[in-house]
């Protein structure tokens, strides 16, 4: 289904409208990326409906919108999170493809400056990659689960996810967060190899593998809507 798109009173604020199938009431939610607040909605609900859900919401949302953080394009100059630490982004000469580190700056060498966030993204993705792999795999065999595929996207609702065919998804902006928050969602969702719910049998298997997993789950919680405010792209 196509989505909707709602213009609330306040002319600054328009609400786009999902609808779905699996959706059995109104959600509202406030997207960390700067873009619009989004309605998930059932099927056949009235749109009369759906406006006045939104009147009830009408005080959380814009104080939704204001804690939200400001969107960051990833440019030269800017500086990003990696691995929980900050960094510039420079701009070199050079014929190095993928970014590198050097001190306190992420450098970039030759190519289009204006590409530099496109380069980042994929240098990003492949980070993600590369530290999630191993740590699931490991976790896995810890539980003696086993994992079909794993997959890196930019997933906006969850940091990771686990299929009934044991295929892992991870955000690959957990690069940006700092190892022990990365090292923690890996070991959740290989957990949800054995135990695909949040019951106490799970957290045990989340204790045994990583004891200081509160910890980690706190930061997400605090810091990471912040990892979805950098844009990769000006457009």
């Given at each position: 289904?196509?989505?909707?798109?709602?213009q609330l009173?306040?002319?600054?604020?328009?609400?786009?409208i999902?609808?779905?199938?699996?959706?059995r009431?109104?959600?509202?939610?406030?997207?960390h990326?700067?873009?619009?607040?989004?309605?998930?909605?059932p099927?056949?609900?009235?749109?009369?409906?759906?406006?006045?859900?939104?009147?009830?919401?009408?005080?959380?949302?814009?104080?939704?919108?204001?804690?939200?953080?400001?969107?960051?394009?990833v440019?030269?100059?800017?500086v990003?999170?990696?691995?929980?630490?900050?960094?510039?982004?420079?701009?070199r000469?050079?014929?190095r493809?993928s970014?590198?580190?050097?001190?306190?700056?992420?450098?970039?060498?030759g190519?289009n400056p204006?590409a530099?966030?496109?380069?980042?993204?994929?240098?990003?993705?492949?980070?993600?990659?590369?530290?999630?792999?191993?740590?699931?795999?490991?976790?896995?065999?810890?539980v003696?689960?086993?994992?079909?595929?794993?997959t890196?996207?930019?997933?906006?609702g969850r940091?990771?996810?686990?299929?009934s065919?044991?295929?892992l998804?991870?955000?690959?902006?957990?690069a940006?967060?700092?190892p022990?928050?990365?090292d923690?969602?890996?070991?959740?969702e290989?957990?949800?190899?054995?135990?695909m719910?949040h019951g106490?049998?799970?957290w045990?298997?989340?204790?045994?593998?990583?004891?200081d997993?509160r910890?980690q789950?706190?930061?997400?919680?605090?810091?990471?809507?912040?990892?979805?405010?950098y844009r990769?792209?000006?457009?």
């Amino acid at each position: 289904m196509s989505d909707e798109l709602i213009q609330l009173d306040d002319p600054e604020i328009s609400v786009v409208i999902r609808r779905s199938k699996r959706a059995r009431r109104l959600t509202l939610t406030v997207p960390h990326d700067g873009g619009p607040p989004r309605v998930t909605a059932p099927p056949r609900i009235a749109a009369s409906e759906i406006r006045m859900f939104l009147l009830r919401q009408g005080d959380w949302l814009r104080q939704a919108i204001d804690r939200a953080p400001e969107p960051e394009v990833v440019q030269i100059g800017a500086v990003i999170l990696v691995a929980g630490r900050t960094f510039e982004i420079t701009s070199r000469s050079g014929v190095r493809k993928s970014p590198f580190i050097a001190g306190d700056q992420l450098i970039i060498q030759g190519g289009n400056p204006a590409a530099a966030g496109k380069r980042i993204e994929v240098w990003l993705k492949e980070v993600a990659r590369a530290a999630l792999t191993p740590i699931a795999e490991d976790c896995a065999n810890a539980v003696g689960g086993r994992i079909g595929k794993i997959t890196i996207r930019d997933t906006k609702g969850r940091w990771g996810s686990c299929s009934s065919a044991g295929n892992l998804n991870f955000s690959w902006r957990l690069a940006m967060a700092p190892p022990a928050v990365l090292d923690y969602v890996a070991a959740h969702e290989a957990a949800h190899l054995i135990e695909m719910n949040h019951g106490p049998r799970f957290w045990a298997l989340v204790e045994g593998l990583r004891p200081d997993w509160r910890d980690q789950r706190s930061w997400l919680r605090r810091e990471g809507s912040a990892l979805h405010r950098y844009r990769f792209s000006a457009s």
